[in-house]
């Protein structure tokens, strides 16, 4: 029992990709992130499967065995195919609460990290890796809309408020030529085709201590090593990348092992050399752009006939709050809603 508590975060996260492989298994049948679950014993899978909270261990490791080859086959063939891939990753934070806390009883907070390869249809291979000019020397233009892209951004608008227009009004039909449009922009048909994205297990590291940190791009050489190789394709430097905070974190475990190895004979792997560029995701922008929306137009003690807040109450969105963080999902869908019936 008394592994019990390490269990705990493990059976909290519900694993999509096992209910989607297998639409028989239950609600809570794949609660087990892909790398924790060998790591419990084999007893706390029996005992468990019992009241249906998991399978049992045999049952746990062959569906984990599965779905990882299924994934790196995906990977590999895509890796034959000539596309390149990347990798991802950011931190989950899984809290586990108790029902009666006391002193030697309170909720704890596990933070471990998600990963993920993007198989990627373009290489950008024609692009140097010299810079073009220094940022100091670019002119004002470089950074303000001039009249041609307010021009361009004026024919965007029309063409998105056209799609909203044609989905709900049927009468307006004779639109729907000129809301298949595609907006013009670099790279357009390759960014068309959809990426390969493949879900790499969850690992019990904490991206706030650099030691974890190393670890995490230890597991990361390994993932390349093994991919490459089984691609029989030469090893060759991967894009890694997360948020920004993310980012910084990778840049610094580097440095760090840059300087054991200048005490120490280590490999281009051991010294993480394979990983590069590190860059910084956007997939924040999209909240941040919300939170400003919601920061400018929406005000909870506004019940004005118009205003976002009078609109929420009249369609009863109540989850909908001031704090975008913690309501993405729900104030995305309403803000999406509330535009789409401005243009109707």
């Not at 297998?22 to 419990?40: A, D």
């Not at 394979?274 to 910084?280: A, E, G, L, V």
Request: hydrophobic letters at 40%; one cysteine or more.
């Amino acid at each position: 029992m008394d592994r019990i508590p390490s269990f705990l975060p493990a059976t909290n996260l519900v694993s999509d990709v096992s209910k989607k492989r297998c639409g028989e298994l239950s609600s809570p049948t794949g609660k087990t992130p892909l790398q924790e679950c060998k790591r419990q014993p084999a007893c706390v899978y029996d005992r468990l499967a019992v009241v249906g909270v998991t399978t049992c261990f045999q049952g746990a490791g062959r569906l984990v065995d599965e779905i990882g080859k299924h994934n790196y086959d995906a990977v590999i063939q895509s890796l034959k195919n000539g596309n390149p891939f990347r990798l991802i990753g950011d931190n989950i934070n899984i809290s586990v609460g108790v029902k009666h806390e006391r002193s030697n009883a309170k909720g704890t907070m596990y933070n471990w990290f998600a990963s993920a390869i993007l198989t990627q249809k373009k290489a950008f291979a024609e692009l140097s890796d010299v810079p073009q000019c220094l940022s100091k020397d670019l002119p004002l233009e470089a950074f303000l809309p001039t009249h041609v892209d307010e021009g361009r951004i004026i024919n965007d608008y029309i063409v998105l408020v056209s799609r909203v227009a044609v989905k709900h009004l049927p009468q307006l039909e004779f639109l729907s030529e000129l809301a298949q449009k595609v907006l013009p922009g670099p790279c357009v048909e390759d960014m068309r085709r959809r990426n390969l994205v493949v879900a790499l297990p969850v690992l019990p590291f904490n991206e706030q201590k650099n030691a974890d940190v190393v670890q995490i791009l230890d597991h990361y050489e390994q993932y390349i090593e093994e991919i490459y190789q089984s691609a029989e394709v030469p090893l060759a430097k991967v894009h890694i990348g997360g948020d920004q905070l993310t980012r910084e974190r990778f840049s610094g475990a580097k440095r760090l092992r840059a300087l054991l190895s200048r005490n120490a004979c280590l490999t281009e792997k051991q010294r993480l050399q394979h990983m590069q560029p590190i860059t910084f995701e956007l997939w924040h922008a999209g909240m941040n752009l919300l939170s400003l929306i919601f920061n400018v137009l929406f005000n909870e003690h506004s019940y004005e006939k118009g205003t976002m807040n009078s609109a929420r109450i009249k369609i009863g969105r109540r989850t909908v709050k001031k704090d975008v963080q913690h309501n993405y999902d729900h104030n995305k869908d309403f803000f999406l809603t509330f535009t789409s019936s401005y243009i109707i």
